[in-house]
């Protein structure tokens, strides 16, 4: 009974159980950010891995893997495949429809050739699209440039004085919209006869549906001809928002889905050597985002009779050496993968045993005397990996790296340990006569003990509800303030400048009476806030700073989901440190005699 | 008043340790204190006198060789942890040359806090309040130690030793630290609990004072004479 009321008294009347409890918020938040960081990471490395290729990879190199469609026939038969799609996986060189003057921009790429029907159903393609609608910007681009590409029919289809209107608004639109919005769509609407607003509405069926850029992305196909999809990093145009949103720059000038693009691939002979480059352009159609910077950044997606035809992995006749002119056969058409999807529940090591009985059925099961056979199991060209192995190179590293963090952060839970331990011994050294005082007027050692076991559970409880809450925040928050801290306002510059001149104010007013305090409190204050400004000129100064670089770690993003089992193990932690820190001076304090204790100061 | 004994020291021994030197400071001393007596034992500074008191009320233990004390016939110091907490909290008051109170506690609290230790919260508020309204502090019930006279600390300090109704009252120069008057108020209220029939038990160096008791005995080399 009395332990409660001293222990509210305690709590309530000082200072110190205040740092105390911030000290193990502070800990706790530490702890909580830090772990949530890195298991986020690893867990973004593996989830993206499994969204990007299935559960199952089935690949045979650049020569590709024949009777492709068999394979998958025999690979779906199987209950525990789900789906499977083939892939044709190269690199190539894509030239970008920037700069606006002719030396266009290069980028190289890996093409991934799809079947747009088949992919999604194995991997998260479709959620990983990113333009699901037009924007009114980009209505009015397309507007123009469907305008423009189709100038002359157009302009026969209008009256003289609609020719003049939509020529004029056009013009002015393409200077414009850079800037402002125009709202072109509706000032041509309104103005032409329906019967020639459904002419131009015809041009491009993204005009008058909204959702057709999406799917145009889903089956890689823009007004009926084969498209790409490219990684949204692959575009300078995109721009990364403070809310981790894209916008396109120049008012969706740069958006993509407006231009075309020439995708230059080396097809390679059975020998390994190059081909003759092969060509085609071909309109973006959408662009995906699955989240790894790496991938973002360089891949794109085509349908995969294009890739095909651009590798020579497509359908050939196989003619006689000697004469060229007799054909003894029919090379088939190949892909480099075959991706596989299992049922719900199956683990990905049992499917990927499954996957190999199929491809020795699938082998076996050729009819005799096929032309080109498929590469045997043990063929070493021929892979069959789960999504784990394939990105093992990967996920190594970054697991290797969470296990010396968790190290590293087992020693950091001892200096917590540490740091709350001796908060507690000054706590309790301090009420060493108050002990005296309790056990002179009849108070137990447990009694006593237990007056500090209170007060420390209430701090530690206390301590790790704010430090997980801060840690929360913090974890939520951390694009936002990693944003904030490489690109910092002025005005926190300007916050501290003024803060600053109070704190010497403030110095100078309170030194009057001559004590030391408040001229050691007021220079430190001022150093700290001059310190802030600075830093925050300084990085002003150097354009921004970028901590986290997406190119270095793979991800557009900071992982900002909370680890809540670390936090439960780490909340739990601060309050048994709490409670061992309070233990061991108090009951060293309650053994000792009530007069000495009592003689303390 | 009643001639039983109440407290009895026998043949007590004391000896600090300090550093590698041992310092005897009881060389055996005995007393005797009777129900409704007022016990002074008037020595000079460094005699012993607080070490006396500390070990009859069981605050501190005599030497292993030591004699005994006895609280109505029972040793105090073999019995069990528990029954000395009880001994301290129950049959003895103490009432210290510097109050001992707990600062971040008001004055009610700090006089009913042996109550609410030995589990008679609710009649020792009560007793606590009434006490400390008989000492004149009933307008001082909500302050802390802190806003108080040392007067009124001291007579809070006293409160807090009568809130469970002991039998005895061990007075550690409880005016030592007060100015002549102040103190002479402290020995007004001394007197009055000795009226009503409290054992008093107090150290002091000062004759004028230790001559309010019935009994003088004087602890000189540790030894009372």
Same mark, same amino acid.
């Given at each position: 009974m009395y332990q409660s009321k001293?222990?509210?008294?305690?709590?309530?009347?000082?200072f110190i159980p205040l740092i105390a409890v911030a000290a193990v918020a502070l800990c706790v938040a530490l702890v909580i950010v830090v772990v949530s960081v890195m298991t986020g990471f690893l867990n973004?490395?593996?989830?993206?891995?499994?969204?990007?290729?299935?559960?199952?990879?089935?690949?045979?190199?650049?020569?590709?893997?024949?009777?492709?469609?068999?394979?998958?026939?025999?690979?779906?038969?199987?209950?525990?495949?789900?789906?499977?799609?083939?892939?044709?996986?190269?690199?190539?060189?894509?030239?970008?429809?920037?700069?606006?003057?002719?030396?266009?921009?290069?980028?190289?790429?890996?093409?991934?050739?799809?079947?747009?029907?088949?992919?999604?159903?194995?991997?998260?393609?479709a959620e990983s699209l990113q333009w699901k609608t037009v924007s009114e910007n980009q209505r009015d681009w397309i507007l123009i440039d469907a305008i423009q590409?189709?100038?002359?029919?157009?302009?026969?289809?209008?009256?003289? $004085?609609?020719?003049?209107?939509?020529?004029?608004?056009?013009?002015? #639109?393409?200077?414009?919209?850079?800037?402002?919005?125009?709202?072109?769509?509706?000032?041509?609407?309104?103005?032409?006869?329906?019967?020639?607003?459904? +002419?131009?509405?015809?041009? &491009?069926?993204?005009?008058?549906?909204?959702?057709?850029?999406?799917?145009?992305?889903?089956?890689?196909e823009r007004n009926g001809k084969p498209a790409i999809v490219s990684g949204l990093h692959v575009s300078e145009g995109n721009e990364r928002q403070e809310?981790?949103? +894209?916008?396109?720059?120049?008012?969706?000038?740069?958006?993509?889905? @407006?231009?075309?693009?020439?995708?230059?691939?080396?097809?390679? &002979?059975?020998?390994?050597?190059?081909?003759?480059?092969?060509?085609?352009?071909?309109?973006?159609?959408?662009?995906?985002?699955?989240?790894?910077?790496?991938?973002?950044?360089? @891949?794109?997606?085509?349908?995969?009779?294009? #890739?095909?035809?651009?590798?020579?992995?497509?359908?050939? $006749?196989?003619? &006689?050496? &000697?004469?060229?002119?007799?054909?003894?056969?029919?090379?088939?058409?190949?892909?480099?993968?075959?991706?596989?999807?299992?049922?719900?529940?199956?683990?990905?090591?049992?499917?990927?045993?499954?996957?190999?009985?199929?491809?020795?059925?699938?082998?076996?099961?050729?009819?005799?005397?096929?032309?080109v056979m498929p590469p045997p199991l043990g063929d070493p060209g021929l892979v069959i990996q789960t999504w784990e192995d394939q990105q093992r190179s990967f996920t190594g590293p970054v697991e290797k790296e969470r296990e010396l963090m968790r190290t590293l952060f087992s020693i950091i839970y001892l200096v917590v340990a540490a740091l709350i331990l001796s908060i507690f011994w000054s706590i309790v050294f301090e009420k060493t006569k108050d002990i005296g005082i309790l056990r002179s007027i009849g108070a137990s050692r447990i009694s006593v003990v237990w007056v500090f076991l209170q007060f420390a559970l209430v701090i530690g409880v206390a301590g790790a509800t704010l430090g997980t809450l801060l840690g929360w925040l913090i974890t939520t928050n951390i694009n936002a303030i990693h944003e904030a801290l490489g690109n910092p306002p002025i005005s926190?510059?300007?916050?501290?400048?003024?803060?600053?001149?109070?704190?010497?104010?403030?110095?100078?007013? @309170?030194?009057?009476?001559?004590?030391?305090?408040?001229?050691?409190?007021?220079?430190?204050?001022?150093?700290?806030?001059?310190?802030?400004?600075?830093?925050?000129?300084?990085?002003?100064?150097?354009?921004?700073?970028?901590?986290?670089?997406?190119?270095?770690?793979y991800f557009s993003h900071i992982p900002n989901d909370v680890d809540w089992n670390a936090a439960i193990v780490t909340s739990i932690g601060a309050v048994v440190f709490c409670l061992i820190g309070a233990a061991i001076p108090s009951a060293k304090a309650a053994d000792i005699d009530p007069v000495k204790a009592l003689r303390h100061e | 008043m009643s001639d039983a004994i109440l407290l009895q020291g026998c043949d007590l021994r004391k000896t600090y340790v300090l550093g590698r030197a041992e310092v005897p400071v009881l060389h055996g001393a005995s007393i005797s204190v009777e129900e409704g007596s007022w016990v002074s034992i008037l020595g000079s500074s460094g005699s012993g006198k607080s070490t006396l008191l500390h070990l009859l009320g069981g605050l501190d233990r005599p030497d292993a060789d030591s004699g005994q004390v006895l609280y109505r016939g029972q040793s105090v110091w073999e019995q069990s942890q528990r029954a000395i907490n009880v001994y301290r909290n129950n049959d003895i008051g103490f009432v210290f040359q510097f109050y001992h109170l707990l600062p971040e506690l008001t004055v009610l609290e700090n006089a009913s806090l042996p109550a609410m230790i030995g589990e008679t919260n609710e009649s020792g508020l009560e007793r606590a309040e009434t006490l400390l309204t008989q000492f004149g502090l009933g307008h001082r019930l909500h302050h802390k130690p802190r806003e108080l006279s040392g007067g009124e600390r001291q007579r809070t300090a006293i409160a807090r030793a009568l809130v469970n109704e002991p039998s005895m009252l061990l007075a550690d120069e409880p005016t030592g630290n007060l100015d002549e008057e102040t103190g002479g108020e402290i020995l007004g209220v001394l007197k009055e609990l000795h009226q009503d029939g409290l054992a008093i038990v107090m150290v002091t160096h000062d004759p004028s004072i230790a001559a309010q008791g019935t009994e003088t005995v004087h602890l000189r080399r540790g030894l009372i004479e």
């Open positions: 001293l222990t509210i008294r305690y709590l309530t009347s000082r973004m490395v593996q989830s993206s891995g499994r969204t990007l290729m299935g559960d199952v990879v089935v690949t045979y190199g650049l020569s590709g893997v024949p009777h492709y469609e068999r394979l998958m026939d025999t690979l779906i038969s199987h209950e525990s495949v789900a789906a499977v799609t083939p892939i044709v996986d190269g690199w190539g060189l894509l030239r970008m429809p920037y700069p606006d003057r002719d030396a266009k921009q290069s980028e190289t790429v890996q093409v991934w050739g799809i079947d747009p029907h088949s992919f999604p159903e194995v991997t998260q393609f590409e189709h100038e002359h029919d157009v302009l026969t289809q209008l009256n003289e $004085e609609d020719r003049e209107f939509v020529i004029e608004h056009v013009n002015n #639109a393409a200077r414009t919209l850079n800037f402002e919005p125009v709202g072109l769509y509706d000032t041509i609407r309104n103005k032409l006869p329906e019967e020639d607003w459904a +002419y131009i509405l015809a041009l &491009d069926s993204r005009l008058t549906q909204d959702g057709d850029v999406l799917a145009q992305g889903l089956s890689l809310d981790g949103s +894209y916008q396109v720059i120049r008012n969706d000038y740069w958006w993509l889905p @407006r231009y075309s693009g020439t995708l230059t691939m080396l097809p390679v &002979d059975a020998q390994g050597g190059i081909i003759e480059p092969e060509s085609i352009v071909m309109p973006f159609a959408n662009e995906f985002m699955s989240g790894v910077y790496i991938i973002d950044d360089t @891949r794109i997606f085509v349908p995969l009779h294009v #890739a095909q035809q651009l590798l020579h992995l497509d359908e050939a $006749e196989i003619v &006689d050496e &000697d004469d060229p002119t007799e054909v003894v056969g029919v090379d088939p058409a190949r892909v480099t993968s075959v991706l596989v999807r299992g049922e719900e529940g199956v683990d990905t090591n049992e499917l990927r045993a499954n996957v190999q009985s199929s491809y020795l059925k699938f082998y076996d099961e050729m009819p005799i005397g096929t032309f926190i510059a300007i916050v501290a400048i003024i803060l600053g001149c109070l704190t010497i104010a403030w110095m100078i007013k @309170r030194s009057r009476t001559g004590d030391f305090l408040p001229i050691v409190l007021g220079t430190l204050g001022t150093i700290l806030f001059a310190c802030i400004a600075l830093v925050v000129f300084d990085i002003r100064a150097m354009g921004g700073l970028v901590i986290w670089d997406a190119s270095v770690y | -």
